[in-house]
């Protein structure tokens, strides 16, 4: 065996390489960034128990984790971060190519050469005093051929405890590198926390992500963000591929069939609530059920019948806290009563996690440690966080771990829109729904620095996350429509659709099952529809709303198709589009052409 990893300090290495194998360009990496970062010591993460219960008992020493009530979250961790450190950094994320068109206008870009020198000279000499982790993990069940491997290096405990929660962490995921030899490199320190020396680079040519100065989530698990999403849909452009900011979940239907749906929502818009749905009182009683695969990202793949095959390549959930309660997600709140890290939460003054949404309790401290005066602004932060293994979730689909996935029946794309959007409606055809998803918009959430309740355009909900040129990424889309394959319907809904009083008009959560069963019907050729030329629409007699009680504006502006605002809608598609220029795919120009034709007519 080689110990050839250089040690600096008290050694400690659980996961060593043997010599002249596929892990050698891994000792290579680890030792060059040892070198630049000089740390005190390098621990190889085996994401065993006693690994984990020595970096808790480390970080309560330290005092950056705060043990929660054992009685009523046993086992469970309150993590505040810098106050300047609490969401996505957006504008300072790039995506370094060799040119900037292949990163497009929807990405910050750099050139790789001056990229790698800027961080670099941010990286050298900023672990010294600390510890280098070293964290092998897989996205994806281990044994699945739409899995992918990574390695992270960081100086933060917390990412390492984080990253045994959401991925399959530590000597699999390094026998499976050794098998294949190739994985995506990361990392990542805290730095000084500095705003002002905070970047986040992803170098998708060299599958490479460099993030310094931050410890949050999207920020500092790379696995999550910067590789299941910016170098993974780089990835799969290469491969044939979809990585997708997309929910996975199953609807069993009384016969016992389950259709299995992927949904793109952009951060804080419900994704984790549908995921882990509720059927109505009515529904289950008549035998439906609702199973999760997962609730954030999703990869799919065409199987050898044509259909797309989707996994969960995470294997825990960052889920947002504020707002979720027994009425809003009962699943979720039930996931995490244990086993849980909580970031950014207010605690009550029996040490239980708390926050805005959750019950009427008034909690004794806020996210930053203060005691709670509301002149202070909520209690817990608007973007705090849970981390929890999905296997806690009392929905959680057993078929989460199949290697081959699941087959997706139907994808959703939805956003907040206040107006103008109905409920739901049905894309003609593939092409029409990439156009729909190509042109999705919403308003802005907490989950991301800067304001709140901005429309924007936000293609796919990957405005934020995909590693090349949105020009290339529709084509790329495009391109799975060919001779042979079985693709899912495209539909897109609107949960957020809001009254002239400002009131939500549909009331959501477990009822947005009723929404799922007309798609459902809709795949299966037996639900009924009005044809518009922005797509086929329900009437509210082809939804079942026993006991739902909706206002007479409500029945009309649901389930409108309301011609005038779409024409102004389509124009605005058309400014949006032509903004990729000439990389944008022709058939969706024509597509929004032919829409907005048959809109003013």
């Not at 910067?226 to 997708?244: D, N, T, V």
């Not at 818009?269 to 549908?274: A, R, S, V, Y």
């Not at 308003?443 to 020009?471: I, L, Q, S, W």
Request: proline share 6%; hydrophobic share 40%.
């Amino acid at each position: 065996m080689s110990t050839s990893t250089e040690h600096f300090g008290k050694p400690t290495a659980r996961l060593v390489a043997t010599e002249g194998s596929q892990l050698d360009a891994l000792n290579q990496w680890v030792m060059e960034v040892a070198r630049l970062t000089e740390p005190a010591r390098i621990q190889w993460c085996d994401g065993s128990d006693s690994e984990h219960d020595e970096l808790i008992e480390l970080m309560q020493d330290e005092g950056t984790l705060l043990p929660l009530n054992p009685d009523t979250h046993p086992n469970s961790w309150l993590h505040l971060s810098d106050p300047d450190d609490v969401a996505r950094v957006e504008h300072l994320t790039f995506v370094c190519t060799s040119d900037a068109e292949t990163a497009g206008p929807n990405n910050h870009w750099m050139a790789p050469d001056e990229a790698h020198a800027k961080m670099d000279a941010l990286f050298a000499g900023c672990m010294r005093g600390r510890t280098m982790y070293v964290i092998p993990y897989c996205m994806g069940p281990i044994e699945s051929p739409l899995a992918r491997c990574g390695v992270e290096i960081t100086d933060s405990p917390y990412v390492v405890a984080n990253m045994r929660i959401m991925t399959r962490m530590g000597a699999a995921a390094l026998a499976r590198i050794e098998r294949e030899g190739s994985f995506v490199r990361g990392l990542h320190s805290i730095g000084e926390l500095d705003p002002e020396r905070r970047f986040i680079m992803h170098f998708p040519e060299e599958l490479l992500i460099k993030s310094y100065g931050s410890g949050y989530g999207g920020n500092a698990l790379l696995g999550k963000k910067c590789h299941a999403l910016r170098i993974a849909s780089y990835q799969a452009r290469q491969e044939g591929w979809l990585a997708e900011h997309m929910l996975i979940v199953g609807i069993q239907n009384p016969q016992g069939e389950t259709h299995y749906i992927a949904a793109a929502f952009p951060s804080a818009c419900g994704k984790t609530n549908l995921a882990m749905l509720i059927p109505p009182e009515s529904y289950r009683q008549a035998g439906w059920k609702v199973w999760t695969v997962g609730d954030d990202i999703c990869w799919m793949r065409p199987g050898a019948d044509g259909r797309l095959w989707a996994i969960n390549p995470e294997a825990g959930y960052f889920g947002v806290a504020p707002g979720t309660s027994n009425k809003s997600n009962p699943n979720a709140l039930a996931s995490i009563q244990r086993d849980t890290i909580f970031t950014n939460v207010a605690t009550t003054a029996d040490r239980q996690p708390w926050w805005e949404g959750l019950d009427d309790r008034v909690p004794a401290t806020d996210w930053q440690g203060r005691d709670y005066d509301r002149g202070n602004g909520p209690a817990a932060h608007p973007n705090s966080r849970f981390t929890v293994s999905a296997k806690q979730c009392p929905s959680y689909s057993s078929h989460a771990e199949d290697a081959q996935g699941v087959p997706i029946s139907a994808i959703v794309f939805g956003g907040r829109r206040a107006s103008l959007v109905p409920l739901v409606f049905e894309a003609r055809d593939w092409t029409h729904g990439v156009l729909i998803g190509a042109s999705m918009g919403s308003e802005t959430t907490a989950a991301a620095t800067g304001a709140v309740g901005v429309m924007r355009h936000d293609p796919m909900a990957m405005k934020p996350f995909c590693g090349y040129n949105f020009a290339d990424y529709f084509a790329h889309w495009l391109s799975f429509d060919k001779p042979g394959a079985k693709l899912p319907k495209i539909f897109h809904v609107n949960w957020f659709r809001k009254g002239d009083e400002g009131q939500f008009l549909w009331p959501g959560f477990g009822d947005n099952l009723r929404v799922l069963e007309w798609m459902i019907g809709r795949v299966k050729g037996q639900a009924g529809a009005v044809d518009t030329p922005i797509g086929a629409l329900p009437k509210a007699d082809d939804l079942t709303l026993d006991g739902v009680q909706l206002t007479p504006e409500a029945q009309e502006k649901l389930f409108a198709f309301e011609q005038e605002g779409w024409v102004r809608e389509f124009d605005g598609i058309a400014s949006y589009l032509k903004e990729y220029g000439r990389r944008l795919p022709s058939a969706l120009l024509a597509e929004q052409e032919n829409i907005a034709s048959a809109l003013r007519k």
